[in-house]
Nanobody, 122 residues
Framework: QVQLVESGGGLVQAGGSMRLSCAAS????????MGWFRQAPGKERQFVAH????????LYAESVKGRFTISRDNARNTVYLQMNSLKPDDTATYYC???????????????WGQGTQVTVAS
């Protein structure tokens, strides 16, 4: 059974930093592209970042480029999202997802975590 378990969310002040983790089990992690998405109340889920299998290539949404960094540790089956210079607009539930197909588009991701809440106070 595939499981993606996010952790590291919480409350942070604007301008602060936070690191999210996503531990994967039950899948061929090294063969999966891993992504982070987020969904704010009343809004559609949006792509945040993606890291390819080897970890050498990454993609980011324009809104987080230069502030967020996605990374992965294939030995630990874990993907991370380091978030710096956080803004109130970053407040959302953050989801990690695994893809064996495509990138960016949420329908291309095969497995999803339950999400972790990130709240950025102004």
């Amino acid at each position: 059974q595939v499981q993606l378990v996010e952790s590291g969310g919480g409350l942070v002040q604007a301008g602060g930093s936070m690191r999210l983790s996503c531990a994967a089990s039950g899948l061929a992690f090294r063969a999966a592209g891993m992504g982070w998405f987020r969904q704010a109340p009343g809004k559609e889920r949006q792509f945040v970042a993606h890291i390819f299998q080897s970890g050498g290539n990454t993609l980011y949404a324009e809104s987080v480029k230069g502030r967020f960094t996605i990374s992965r540790d294939n030995a630990r089956n874990t993907v991370y999202l380091q978030m710096n210079s956080l803004k109130p607009d970053d407040t959302a539930t953050y989801y990690c997802a695994a893809s064996f197909r495509g990138v960016r588009v949420d329908s291309q991701y095969d497995y999803w975590g339950q999400g972790t809440q990130v709240t950025v106070a102004s």
